[in-house]
């Protein structure tokens, strides 16, 4: 009986420590409605968490720290969504993102010269990276995440509705 009890206890402590487990964090991103979320999974398979922040009006996250813009000015989070603080910035000082848009064509820009091209359907409203090697892409009625792989450009759709 005793020895059940300690199986049955030990079984539990590792169930506890298990409770911590989740799917990875990919980055973060900016909703149609302005609202800052973390976005979790795997490329090709990602889903957006509940609101870090609201009101957002541009974000960058390198996968490790990020920006957001609202109309109250420049705020720094950490990885997990904390805030950081505000940072001192013109209120157009955002990073400049190596991904842009040319000519109907998706341009990535790496250190040294080398370019990554991948063509685009429909029109680009704006570009923010929300990860490392990872990037959101704003459209009208959708937004694409952009992964930046080794040799190509990789295109998935993110959720518009949330859980």
């Known amino acids: 009986m005793t ?10 402590g590792v169930l506890w420590a298990q409770s911590g487990l989740g799917p990875p964090l990919a980055g973060y991103a900016r909703d149609a409605a302005g609202a800052l979320r973390p976005i979790y999974g795997v490329f090709g398979s990602l889903v957006a968490g509940e609101p870090v922040a609201r009101g957002v ?8 720290a990020g920006l957001a813009r609202t109309a109250r000015g420049l705020w720094a989070f950490d990885a997990q969504g904390g805030l950081l603080g505000r940072v001192r910035a013109p209120r157009r000082g955002m990073p400049i993102l190596a991904l842009s848009e040319e000519n109907g064509e998706l341009v990535l820009r790496r250190p040294g010269g080398a370019e990554l091209r991948a063509p685009v359907e429909g029109q680009v409203l704006g570009i ?9 892409v704003h459209q009208r009625g959708r937004r694409l995440a952009v992964r930046a792989a080794d040799d190509a450009l990789e295109f998935c759709t993110l959720p518009e509705r949330f859980p």
């Not at 020895?3 to 539990?12: D, F, K, N, P």
């Not at 009006?57 to 490790?64: K, R, V």
């Open 3 to 12: 020895r059940g009890l300690i199986l049955a206890a030990s079984g539990l």
């Open 128 to 136: 923010e990276q929300i990860g490392e090697n990872l990037f959101q």
């Open 57 to 64: 009006e541009a974000a960058f996250f390198s996968g490790q």
